[in-house]
């Protein structure tokens, strides 16, 4: 069965220092990653994936196989970074579709 | 833009009430999930179905059950809600295109309290 471990439910930051929120994963197939946010008083929403290998909001994430690790990076935070982080894990069902398996999330605060 | 949509922002139910939750999504998505949300626990998935008329359990669907008629609509019962179902609920659909997998796009959610 897939798992992912968020270790920390709360990370604070000052604003311009780097930041990591950590990710692992256990999944015996080959694993899709995700990083989604929610904002204070906002939906939760996509935040990037990692077959896309892109950069959204300065943010970056790179999928580490031989540690099962999916970290979310930023070299400089923000005070609007402040937000609820999760990372998802995503399995294709044998009957089509798919579904995520989220983390516990980690509190990310950032302080002036 | 997509948009997920949950009936009711807040409600109060008493101790073996039944209690409906709604959801309405307009993007003509094949899944809907529904997840709860809570404080160091994350997101956990209650029930999905891919399509019209299906359904599939989650990891804690004991004390729920969910109706999908309409492709759009994806409904959360709680035949005898309990204190232990306080909760704020999550509704989310995403497309079954493969490329997208993985993609949800949530509604604003429904935070339930039982007495």
């Known amino acids: 069965a897939q798992r992912v471990t968020q270790p920390e439910k709360l990370l604070s930051v000052f604003k311009g220092a780097p930041v990591e929120l950590k990710c692992n994963y256990s999944?015996?197939?080959?694993?899709?990653l995700f990083w989604y946010v929610q904002y204070s008083r906002q939906r939760l929403q996509l935040l990037l994936r990692?077959?896309s290998r892109e950069s959204i909001k300065g943010f970056t994430a790179d999928l580490n196989k031989g540690e099962t690790s999916f970290h979310l990076k930023k070299p400089f935070a923000q005070e609007e970074d402040s937000a609820m982080y999760y990372c998802?894990?995503?399995?294709?069902?044998?009957?089509?579709?798919?579904?995520?398996?989220f983390g516990t999330g980690t509190q990310l605060k950032v302080e002036l | 833009d997509v948009k997920v949509t949950q009936s009711s922002r807040y409600l109060v139910k008493r101790t073996g009430e039944k209690v409906f939750l709604e959801c309405v999504q307009d993007?003509?998505?094949?899944?809907m999930f529904w997840y709860r949300q809570d404080p160091g626990l994350g997101l956990r998935l209650i029930y999905f179905?891919?399509?019209?008329?299906?359904?599939e359990k989650g990891d804690i669907p004991e004390g729920y059950s969910v109706s999908r008629e309409k492709k759009e609509r994806f409904s959360l019962i709680l035949e005898s809600a309990s204190t232990n179902q306080t909760s704020m609920y999550l509704c989310?659909?995403?497309?079954?295109?493969?490329?997208?997998?993985?993609?949800?796009?949530f509604g604003e959610g429904s935070r339930l309290t039982v007495l």
């Open positions: 989310a659909s995403s497309p079954d295109r493969r490329r997208d997998a993985g993609e949800l796009f």
């Open positions: 999944y015996s197939g080959s694993p899709e």
């Open positions: 990692h077959i």
């Open positions: 998802a894990l995503s399995s294709i069902l044998t009957g089509g579709g798919n579904k995520l398996t």
């Open positions: 993007m003509d998505h094949e899944n």
């Open positions: 179905s891919y399509d019209v008329k299906m359904k």
